[in-house]
Nanobody
């Protein structure tokens, strides 16, 4: 069974950058689609970015396009989210998720990491 652990969250000033990591254990996720989601206080969890098993054709929600980059290193069983030009509205708990069959079913989730952007 796959377990996901996020890291790299923290407090940053507006305009700054953070890189989140999602390390998978239990089995390789090289054939899985991987994604990042976030949940702000009092709001529902929302999709941010996804990368297929092949690493190409990444997808982003409009709110982060041009600022965030999702990538993966299958040799390390790890997915990253590089976040640049951060804004206070990016403040949320960020979650990593895995989709075993690349069909949009995000069945495996990490515990989340807090990102706080101060103005």
């Amino acid at each position: 069974q796959v377990q996901l652990v996020e890291s790299g969250g923290g407090l940053v000033q507006a305009g700054g950058s953070l890189r989140l990591s999602c390390s998978a254990s239990g089995r390789t996720v090289s054939s899985y689609a991987m994604g990042w989601f976030r949940q702000a206080p009092g709001k529902e969890r929302k999709f941010i970015a996804a990368i297929p098993w092949s690493g190409g054709n990444t997808r982003y929600t409009d709110a982060v396009k041009g600022r965030f980059t999702i990538s993966r290193d299958n040799a390390k069983n790890t997915v990253y989210l590089q976040m640049n030009s951060l804004k206070p509205e990016d403040t949320a708990v960020y979650y990593c998720a895995a989709d075993r069959y690349n069909d949009g079913n995000w069945a495996i989730w990490g515990q989340g990491t807090q990102v706080t952007v101060s103005s």
